[in-house]
């Protein structure tokens, strides 16, 4: 692949890199980094469960040659951050994105090592605080997607992109957790009970009683 600066107007190289300056600011450039559940929980600003409804391209608001991406949620649940029943995000992706006349986009791979997002799409997104220009990303890249898996007669569950064993803990444990949120914590299974793994982290984003 051709470096970033390559595929951009050379004038826009000097705003490409203010921006990408605020977004080295933040921790969601580490995504190749394993990261437990109670941390990704800490450092998320919100998790949302909900569906994907809009996928669109467009260019940042203040840096004009700045290809970025809008991902707005249907949302079923706030897990940490503010009531909502819509979220709208934006999400940096170096290049100028096909929105198929207008009528925006079905599916859409932002960044390489992050993970992709599909119109009508039902997860649970983990996401930093935005940066100062405004962006975000999911928590530790494709850990912090989570798919829901459904099948008739059977409890839903959940199951990070980046795999359930990373998720594990395996430092001390808050002590204001039930057993299943601690079970959970220490061996989450190749596929997570979406019951106790949304109590377990609503309970870790409040903190000790």
């Known amino acids: ?71 707005t949620m249907k949302v079923n649940e706030m897990l940490k951050g503010e009531p909502a029943e819509t979220f709208t995000f934006m999400q940096f992706t170096g290049r100028a994105l096909d929105n198929n006349g207008g009528k925006g986009l079905s599916s859409v791979q932002p960044l390489p090592d992050g993970p992709a997002f599909r119109v009508g799409e039902e997860m649970v997104l983990f996401l930093y605080p935005p940066s100062s220009a405004g962006f975000t990303s999911p928590v530790g890249g494709e850990q912090g997607k989570f798919q829901f898996k459904r099948q008739p007669g059977q409890p839903t569950t959940v199951i990070s992109e980046g795999g359930n064993r990373s998720l594990v803990v395996d430092g001390t444990l808050p002590p204001h957790l039930s057993q299943p949120q601690q079970t959970l914590l220490r061996h989450p299974g190749e596929t997570i009970d979406f019951k106790t793994f949304r109590s377990t982290v609503k309970t870790l984003s409040k903190g000790p009683k």
């Not at 951009?8 to 990261?35: D, E, Q």
């Open 1 to 71: 692949m051709q470096p970033l600066s390559r595929r951009l107007h050379p004038g826009a190289v000097l705003a490409t890199v203010a921006a990408l300056g605020l977004l080295a600011a933040r921790p969601s450039v580490a995504v190749n980094r394993r990261m437990d559940l109670a941390t990704m929980t800490e450092r998320a600003g919100n998790i949302i469960s909900g569906r994907i409804t809009q996928l669109r391209g467009g260019t940042h608001p203040q840096y004009h040659n700045i290809g970025v991406l809008y991902v």
